[in-house]
């Protein structure tokens, strides 16, 4: 028996009604894969059809999922989709012993705006004692977050999808196997972190890069920068290293100049595409490029970003790789806002072109 006075939750300054039933079937169902109860019925916002949706809010430690724009607590979309009942005169909330907010365990629900106060649990959709069990193998292409994955041997990271390649510009060489992106870059892209220090990129890159970028107009943030380079309705092809030179013969191919810029200010995508949504062909701003990794509207700035030598920062550079401190040095000068990438935000719709 439940006590019989219930403290109920007040409502939300930033209380918005729910979606139709109907438009969340379309888009989610529910999962007992994933903490926050949900996953993906259809490829959108940069995720896959079987992803998780939704991530974490820092401050209330809840799982929230951003539908047309709006946020919204995914543990109120689990309910909705349980039972059938829209939530909009409801408190939704976890049951005492589920302190991380597992939306695959119970939830309690109240109503709001009724005197006598009905309470209805819900039994969890899967076992507490399945949580944290063996999980299932990873999913090709998917990133798989590994703790000291640079320790582990080639035959453990083969496991995970992973292996150790050809070094991307910012020094990585941990791959997925399928898609050939970096395991570190990934990690930058979801924290949402634009920016790049030509004196700490890979000695392979480095050079080639500085010339690269003198052929881009740099402007404000918020405008299109100015590609000057061969091209009829977009910039040409540049011969560039690329992740194929680890099982070619060649250590540089043709690649796309938008995506040789968004490699460098933001991370090796290995053969994902990268789309341009200011529209123009000839804008060379890494603000206005995404990727399927981008988790977030873009920052309001590069940071770092320099594009010139400095001869301090690379005798720096040579020292730190002289010591194997390269990652250190270069975290130095990054902002602190790597995250981990189930924290990260959603991503706005957008569309891929080739």
Known sequence: MYDSVVRIPPMPRNYKEMPPLWHLESQYKLSVRYPSGLEWLVDKAGYNQGDQAGRIHKKTGHYIVCIDGQEYQAHRIVYYLRTGLCPDEHAVVHTAANEDKDNRLGLKSCLLKSKNTTIVELEPMIDPKLIGASPEPPTPGLFTYVKNIDSLSEEELKTLNYYKGYPCAHGHTIRNIQEHWCYHCAIKIQSNVCGFDINFLNERYKYKYFRLWEKVKIGHPDECWQINAPGKVSPRRVCFPSYRAFYSDQTSENVNFHKLLYQCAWGDVG?????????????????HMFSRWNRGLPPKRLEPFDTHFDAQKLMAASSAIRLQKTQELIERDYKPSIAHPCEVNDVPDYHEDA
Do not use: H
């Open 271 to 287: 053969f994902l595409s990268v789309t341009r949504l200011c529209g123009n062909p000839w804008c060379g701003n890494p603000l």
